[in-house]
């Protein structure tokens, strides 16, 4: 079974840290993704990446950077903390982009990350 | 533009009674779908997925859907609602064109499940 953890799955921050949020999937696959879930508004794609170093923006990715060193490793991080940033954070891989007929994505268990 | 709707986001049900979750779509290619289940404090799992194969798509735990491109819908139903199906469902659609690698998520139904 394809295995997808992400580091916390709760935290606290403060308005202006610094925060990393990690995922790490065991199944060699090349694409992996942040979204953020929120209320109402589903699931939205912040940025993705399709290769190591490599990495493309989503609908949402103001705020937020990327860094992917290696394969099986993606962190999504938040330069400086605020408040709206308050929300859910799911990390997915895929073997395949969605554009392919396989394109399954395999979630992680959401890291619910809180911006005092 | 593509997107995805989600036509109620509440549904509830009584235990052994048809579950009916309604989503709605826009392409203008042929799209691939998906349902999506997510229980509570867990990551998203993948129910069925319609990739222009057969129009009638069976799922895990007795969930199918439909694909029927005359209505732009792909409604998820199941004949008799477990207590263990009360979770929340998200129909997410790939547009296709090739054009987008990135799936398109509604924005959720909670289904209630009453003994």
């Known amino acids: 079974d394809v295995k997808v953890t992400q580091s916390s799955r709760y935290l606290v921050k403060r308005t202006g840290e610094k925060v990393f949020l990690e995922c790490v999937q065991d199944m060699d696959h090349e694409n992996m993704f942040w979204y953020r879930q929120d209320p109402g508004l589903g699931l939205r794609l912040i940025y993705f990446?399709?290769?190591?170093?490599?990495?493309e923006k989503g609908d949402i990715p103001e705020g937020y950077s990327v860094s992917r060193e290696k394969k099986e490793r993606f962190s999504l991080i938040l330069e400086s903390a605020s408040t709206n940033q308050t929300s859910m954070y799911l990390c997915?891989?895929?073997?395949?982009?969605?554009?392919?007929?396989?394109?399954?994505?395999?979630f992680g268990p959401g890291t619910r990350l809180t911006v005092l | 533009a593509q997107s995805v709707t989600q036509l109620d986001s509440h549904v509830s049900v009584s235990e052994g009674t048809p579950v009916l979750l309604r989503c709605n779509y826009s392409?203008?290619?042929?799209?691939?779908l998906f349902w999506y289940v997510q229980h509570p404090n867990k990551g998203l799992q993948l129910l069925l997925k319609?990739?222009?194969?057969?129009?009638l798509v069976k799922g895990i735990n007795g969930f199918e859907a439909e694909f029927k491109k005359s209505e732009t819908s792909f409604h998820l139903t199941k004949p008799s609602a477990h207590m263990s199906d009360a979770a929340e469902y998200f129909c997410v659609v790939i547009p296709g064109g090739g054009a987008t690698n990135k799936l398109i998520f509604g924005t959720g139904t909670l289904l209630a499940v009453q003994p």
């Open positions: 392409s203008s290619y042929s799209p691939s």
């Open positions: 990446s399709y290769d190591v170093k490599m990495k």
């Open positions: 319609y990739t222009s194969a057969a129009t």
């Open positions: 997915a891989s895929s073997l395949y982009l969605a554009g392919a007929l396989n394109n399954e994505q395999f």
